[in-house]
């Protein structure tokens, strides 16, 4: 009930297209959704987050869809760009704040 | 403004061993979580520490412990080094207090066990 699946394992898009990764969940009392973005050699950054109270937050190129009675999230990134290419991570916590629950995963390759 | 900064960046340790990470907050943060991530796998959550406590803790052996000082630094140490404890280990500051502020992760310390 803990866990953040998360699909794809990898992913390549070409310049300008968009990319979508995916995560699903078990327990409903998770309430906060992150999604994370990680570079070799560096730790995850928070790109953008989103409550179960809301079904879709923009944040420039990045906008998060959320379906609450599935259970589902998915990260669309818009024009990709080559420097879009890293592992993106969501993750899902109780309450703000709480320890975060990771998914596996998702390595993004944008190519030019 | 520093963000989470993480120390050392590197180590290599034998089997055995123990080990001690350190990991200064960002600035106005009052919480300390630590992560440990195996290559190509996502974090795992280990333990939190808040008000220089253990406030949630993760499926982690005793021989993973930790502090938090009063100026909200933290320490990680790790006792009897087992080969498979060889990962990244993460640490991310947050605020609980207030409206609260989200975790923002370092860069880690990579840690190597021979």
């Known amino acids: 009930q803990q866990q953040v699946k998360q699909s794809p394992q990898s992913l390549i898009v070409q310049k300008g297209g968009i990319s979508i990764i995916n995560c699903a969940y078990e327990n409903t009392a998770f309430d906060y959704f992150p999604w994370y973005q990680q570079f070799p050699g560096k730790g995850p950054a928070l790109l953008i987050a989103?409550?179960?109270?809301?079904s879709e937050k923009k944040e420039g190129r990045f906008t998060i869809s959320f379906n609450k009675s599935a259970k589902q999230f998915s990260l669309h990134i818009m024009d990709s760009q080559p420097g879009d290419s890293a592992t993106y991570f969501c993750a899902a916590s109780m309450e703000y704040g709480n320890k975060l629950v990771f998914g596996a995963g998702t390595i993004l390759r944008v190519k030019s | 403004d520093a963000g989470v900064t993480q120390s050392p960046t590197h180590l290599i340790k034998t089997r055995g061993q123990q080990v001690t990470l350190r990991c200064s907050p960002k600035?106005?943060?009052?919480?300390v979580s630590w992560y440990q991530q195996a290559l190509g796998q996502g974090p795992q959550f280990i333990f939190q520490y808040y008000e220089e406590e253990e406030r949630q803790r993760g499926n982690f052996p005793d021989r993973f412990s930790g502090h938090q000082f009063p100026n909200y630094s933290s320490e990680l140490n790790v006792n009897a080094l087992l080969l498979g404890d060889s990962a990244l280990y993460l640490c991310?500051?947050?605020?609980?207090?207030?409206?609260?502020?989200?975790?923002?992760f370092g860069d880690g310390t990579r840690l190597s066990i021979l």
């Open positions: 600035s106005g943060h009052d919480t």
């Open positions: 991310a500051s947050s605020l609980l207090g207030g409206n609260g502020e989200p975790q923002h």
């Open positions: 989103i409550r179960p109270d809301v």
